[in-house]
């Protein structure tokens, strides 16, 4: 029976999240009435903007773990990403120029490490545990321990996976690289507001993030750049006013930020109940589907960890393959249902998601995968209806073949 009710669902969240209305509520002020340029305080409404800035700075330090001055505000992770990796390597100062990354990375880093490579810069890309390893899409920490010699100067590493929520283990990541002399850069785009985070204990100097992965709003993110020794020698990459200390030209993004700052707090502050909330969904979602699957001889698999290892995927993260049936497919007879077949930011490049390869996946495997991202926003209802329609299309699609 296809589904009467096609209310949308929205299980989309490592594209992006529904802004929560509180943040909303205060950006609003930095937009309707104190509209004033930070960079402008000599005046009431520049100086409310540089106010609202620097609380908004000092707060999203105090919920990193972070000093204030080591943060610098971007347009987003893919900006944070492409002025950690080329801000380092290219700084005239920078006497190690080889970078270590991993093979499964976001193209935001995967691109700007394939331009220095072009340029001369040696990368070295490490693999990951294959699907069929427990701890599928980790790293292997002694491959990184040998890859690491005298001409390392940067290993970038993320820390969350967008496509199968596998968490790297960035603590002894931080401390082998560190121990060989490198600095450590972390695309934390998709865990920052879903992970614990104390940037004073952890062993790295760069970090990405961008506010719309945690319920802020597009456009805004940030690059924590670590101070104290040893320095991180940063080469800026927009130029301009020499804003942000000289490391990013531009007028800052007022409202984004007092909106980002808004939902870090928001996000952090009842972390545990959030992530409880969403592995119970999660848990609910992949127990429904194998047993609905089952009653209609279909047979669906896990990507990434395996369930005994959930510990090492993200709490709101579920990658699945139903086998032999094409996820496009199906995805385009829900079109109420906003789920994704690979990473919704390459989505305009629709070959093969390149994680999934890089787990040993064959292109039919990869092709029967569908991605869902839960938010605290989602329900207990409907991640119901969101499995009876998987199932019934799924049955649907089977009797055609
Ligand atoms: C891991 C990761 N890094 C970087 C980005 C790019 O982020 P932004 O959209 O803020 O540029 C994304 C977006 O999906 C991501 O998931």
């Not at 001369?120 to 294959?130: E, H, K």
């Not at 995927?313 to 393959?321: E, I, K, S, Y």
């Not at 064959?362 to 569908?370: A, E, G, K, T, V």
């Not at 207990?380 to 073949?401: C, F, K, P």
């Amino acid at each position: 029976m296809p589904e009467t009710d096609q209310t949308p669902i929205y299980l989309d969240n490592h594209a992006t999240t529904r802004v929560d209305p509180r943040v909303v509520a205060a950006m609003v002020p930095f937009l309707e009435t104190h509209y004033g340029n930070a960079h402008s305080p000599t005046h009431y409404f520049g100086a409310e903007a540089r106010e609202a800035l620097e609380s908004s700075r000092g707060k999203l330090a105090e919920l990193l773990g972070a000093q204030p001055d080591e943060i610098v505000f971007t347009s987003g992770a893919t900006e944070s990403n492409n002025l950690a990796l080329r801000g380092v390597i290219e700084h005239p100062r920078c006497r190690r120029g080889g970078v270590i990354s991993v093979v499964t990375e976001h193209a935001a880093v995967l691109d700007p490490l394939r331009r220095l490579a072009k340029l001369g810069t040696p990368v070295t890309w490490l693999p990951v545990a294959p699907t069929t390893a427990p701890d599928c899409g980790v790293i292997d920490l002694q491959q990184l321990t040998d890859a690491l010699d005298d001409s390392i100067g940067l290993v970038s590493v993320m820390w969350a996976n967008n496509e199968i929520g596998v968490l790297q283990p960035l603590d002894e990541i931080g401390r082998l690289a560190r121990a060989a002399g490198a600095l450590v850069h972390c695309d934390a785009t998709q865990a920052v507001g879903k992970l614990p985070i104390n940037l004073a204990r952890t062993p790295i100097d760069l970090l990405s993030c961008s506010a719309h992965k945690f319920h802020g709003p597009k456009g805004v993110g940030l690059l924590w750049v670590r101070s104290g020794t040893p320095r991180v020698k940063l080469e800026a990459q927009q130029l301009g006013g020499g804003h942000e200390a000289g490391r990013r030209s531009g007028t800052v993004n007022v409202p984004g930020i007092v909106g980002m700052a808004t939902a870090l707090e928001l996000a952090l502050t009842d972390l545990d109940q959030h992530q409880s909330h969403l592995r119970q969904l999660k848990q609910l979602m992949w127990s429904s589907l194998q047993e609905q699957l089952a009653a209609i001889q279909c047979e669906v698999e896990l990507n990434g960890p395996s369930w005994e290892r959930d510990d090492l995927r993200l709490p709101g993260n579920l990658n699945f393959r139903i086998v032999g049936i094409d996820g496009q497919t199906l995805l385009a007879r829900l079109p109420w249902l906003a789920l994704s077949s690979g990473a919704a930011c390459s989505s305009i490049h629709p070959a093969p998601s390149h994680v999934l390869q890089a787990l040993g996946l064959d292109n039919d495997q990869i092709r029967s995968s569908l991605r869902v991202g839960l938010s605290r926003f989602n329900t207990v209802d409907e991640i119901d209806r969101a499995v009876r329609a998987i199932v019934s299309t799924t049955r649907t699609l089977s009797a055609m073949r």
